[in-house]
């Protein structure tokens, strides 16, 4: 008889295969994609756009994406909750949707220095965004507890490849800022789609004895998701305010190279890995031995890749781009150096929700997001993009190690 556990390492290696070779052929695409925008876009637009992308973050206070690794968590009764959580789903969506709208005036105020009507329509767009992802979490859920890696890699790598067409398509014919935000509104919508039709029929009828389960560990869950999201947007949301629209474009466009590497494999592994740690929970030590097999993987690969593309920063900006980005040199190089400690983020997170210990994860984050708040904002005033690149890559640092110990540590259920 086969050992589970091997055969839960072969599911997590092919899943781990096929999340990262959809997520390599679009960040290829992403890189060609970026030169273009980084073209088309001045500093200053590039810097509205992701302010806008950085507050639409901040307005979802409740991540409909949430509900997915909740129902996860509880797999082994997934098809008596799903249509319960898939009911919870169309009222936060809509709740969320109306909330981001709500909050467009107060974000006018916030960042003066960008023009209202400006910023105020960037930031309706994707208001849209929590409604559509509640239309496919339940049906995303699904397919990741059967462990159909190989489906939702070919929709996640189709869609994303669609909307960075789009953006460059944008892009060109002028759509400045809008070009950085319309696309991924309309990949949710499509991802949405897409997994109903995977997935397959939904299962009928609520359960509303487990209503009160599914909105305690959600709520929990999306809070804690909430704040990362937030701690993940911080130096933009910090910078938008304390620092002048070209400063934000620097920082962004700096920030979106040097992420690529945990993009590509440490982001996609994440998700991964939460079902098979599951799989695991009455097995701590082999769940913890997992782990540490992951993080070590993880780190000789994009430690080394993080300090490669920090020593060669410099020759490869001022060969690609135009000398408009050469002050994001400097950031990006920072940047990258922190990335060598922010891969044990997503292992580290992914292991938590498998233990259900959403309150550990929700206090992680928390914990975190009030250091990092008080240092970007220092940081910002007294030495920009680049203090901001220091105090990001120093607080990941700290926060990711705490975590990691606290994560493969006592106190699981």
Request: net charge positive; proline share 4%.
């Amino acid at each position: 008889m086969a050992d589970p556990a091997q055969s839960y390492a072969a599911a997590a290696a092919k899943g781990g295969a096929w999340a990262t070779l959809q997520s390599v052929a679009n960040k290829v695409a992403t890189i060609g994609a970026t030169y273009v925008v980084a073209r088309q876009l001045s500093p200053e637009q590039y810097g509205a756009g992701n302010v806008a992308l950085a507050l639409s973050t901040a307005f979802v206070v409740l991540a409909p994406t949430s509900m997915s690794d909740v129902l996860v968590a509880h797999q082994s009764r997934f098809a008596a909750l799903a249509g319960q959580a898939r009911r919870i789903m169309g009222f936060v969506g809509g709740a969320m949707l109306l909330l981001a709208l709500l909050m467009i005036p107060a974000a006018n105020a916030m960042y003066a220095q960008f023009p209202a009507w400006t910023l105020g329509c960037l930031l309706a767009v994707p208001a849209f965004r929590p409604l559509l992802d509640a239309l496919g979490v339940v049906a995303q859920a699904d397919l990741r507890c059967r462990l159909e890696y190989r489906r939702i890699a070919l929709v996640d790598g189709t869609v994303q490849f669609g909307a960075t067409m789009l953006t460059v398509a944008l892009a060109l014919g002028g759509a400045g800022s809008l070009s950085i935000i319309l696309p991924q509104v309309v990949a949710a919508g499509v991802k949405a789609f897409l997994f109903r039709r995977a997935a397959g029929p939904p299962a009928r009828g609520a359960r509303p004895d487990a209503a009160r389960e599914l909105w305690r560990g959600f709520v929990t869950m999306a809070l804690g998701q909430y704040v990362h999201n937030v701690l993940v947007s911080l130096e933009i949301l910090v910078l938008g305010m304390v620092a002048t629209e070209a400063e934000s474009g620097i920082f962004s466009f700096a920030f979106v190279l040097a992420v690529q590497a945990n993009a590509i494999i440490g982001f996609q592994v994440g998700g991964v890995l939460q079902p098979i740690f599951g799989r695991l929970a009455q097995e701590p030590e082999r769940q913890l031995a997992s782990y540490l097999r992951v993080m070590r993987a993880l780190g000789m690969g994009i430690v080394a890749i993080s300090c490669l593309q920090a020593a060669l920063a410099p020759r490869l900006f001022r060969l690609v781009f135009d000398a408009k980005w050469e002050p994001s040199i400097a950031v990006f190089m920072v940047l990258s150096v922190g990335q060598a400690f922010y891969f044990g983020t997503a292992p580290t997170m992914a292991l938590l929700k498998a233990q259900r210990r959403f309150g550990a994860y929700l206090a992680w984050q928390a914990s975190q997001l009030a250091v990092s708040a008080a240092a970007f904002a220092w940081s910002a005033r007294a030495g920009g993009a680049v203090g901001v690149a220091w105090a990001s890559a120093a607080t990941w640092a700290i926060g990711v190690l705490a975590a990691a110990m606290v994560a493969s540590g006592s106190g699981r259920p």
